[in-house]
């Protein structure tokens, strides 16, 4: 097959929805299919010669990430036509969550041309404290993210939240669940106590306080007016940062916070592992990855309450906090409370499970099961065309 995974940034952004991305991209190559990737051609593409493994960088307008934080790259015009190009090319077209106007394109393309449709919805609804915006994004879920999920060939969710958000949406197959998975080769449990202290000390992190481990983008919908609260309230512990985006925690000149950016999977395991407790207060999300990595390795979560209920069996390992419309203070008070639970109950033989329940290769076949039969029905669908008449009768030919 042909496939066209579209999204609205490279792995490059270093977003969890690209990284899933580019990690299943991998994996379709690997099972001899031709992928071409298409987003932003934000930071660049990574181009490669392999016809097999093509990345098209779209001309677009980011303001919108740059001056608020929300990414919603927009088009240029001349990045239309090579939507529609690369559409025209595929046998099936992969959509990476719906809100994304690259995505909106391709999937209006791919419905004009009858190309199979797969969308992989990540998020749910975004309860932005701005009113504006959790007003506006009630409403482009209402009017674009619904039909899209309506009108795709199939739609797989990466999490019971999302699912559950989506549930009354009439689909015309039945939706599937499939869980990322999780590199078990770089992300795993420390070794010894010197391998983590050996980290701390490389990285400049104390070995003798707690450190929680913040990973994403420094915004809103992660928690971050949250995390501020909490690095104060929570002197006692060190608070790492490892990310980027305009909430920088540099800027509020705690003495407990570091602040580490640029980091890739490699180098980024090591400071999870050299962590002893793994913060996430975000909202509107379905199963983070950077969730699932932490804790294969080895390292005790906190997160919101709704983020717990993405996958039921890791319940027992996450110290659940209600993100809700309390003051931040309020719930940064939970938070430290949380953390310092987490830390105070570890126990290094709970997380022994997770790596088997995460798997890229078994997440992979699963995707592509999924994209040969609706291939397969839209090849069955299109009408045949009429055979030339060789021979009628009292007609010479």
Known sequence: MRLLIVSAYF????????????????E??????????????????????????????????????????????????????????????????????????????AFLVARLLGKPVLVTQHIANVPYR??????????????????????????VFISNITAKAFAAVRYPRRPR?????????????AASDGERAAVRKELGLPLDRPVALFVGRFVEKKGLHILHQAARLGEDIVWAFAGWGALDPRQWGFPNVRVYSGLGAATLAPLYRASDAFVLPSTGEGLPLVLQEALACGVPAVCGAETAHADERLAQLLHAVSI????????????VLSVRAAIRERRHDQFASVASWYSWPRAGQLYLDLMNMISTQAAAAQPRPTPSVLWQPGVDR
């Open 11 to 26: 792995d490059n952004h270093r977003g969890g929805i690209e990284i899933v991305a580019g990690r299943l991209a991998g």
């Open 28 to 105: 379709f190559r690997r099972a001899g299919q031709t992928v071409t990737w298409l987003a932003s051609e934000i930071g660049g593409t990574c181009a490669s010669d392999d016809e097999r493994d093509r990345r098209v960088g779209v001309p677009v307008f980011n303001g919108i990430e740059n001056i608020f934080g929300i990414p919603f790259p927009i088009p240029a015009p001349k990045g239309l036509g090579m939507i529609r190009r690369e559409v025209e090319r595929a046998d099936v077209v992969m959509l990476h969550d719906c809100l994304y106007p690259t995505n909106i394109v």
């Open 324 to 335: 809700d419309d309390r003051e931040p203070a309020e719930i940064a008070r939970e938070v």
């Open 130 to 155: 701005n009113p504006i915006l959790r007003g506006l994004m009630k409403l482009m879920t209402r009017l674009v993210t619904r039909p899209m999920l309506a009108g795709a060939d199939q739609t």
């Open 177 to 189: 669940l499939i869980f990322n998975g999780v590199d078990t080769d770089i992300f795993h449990p």
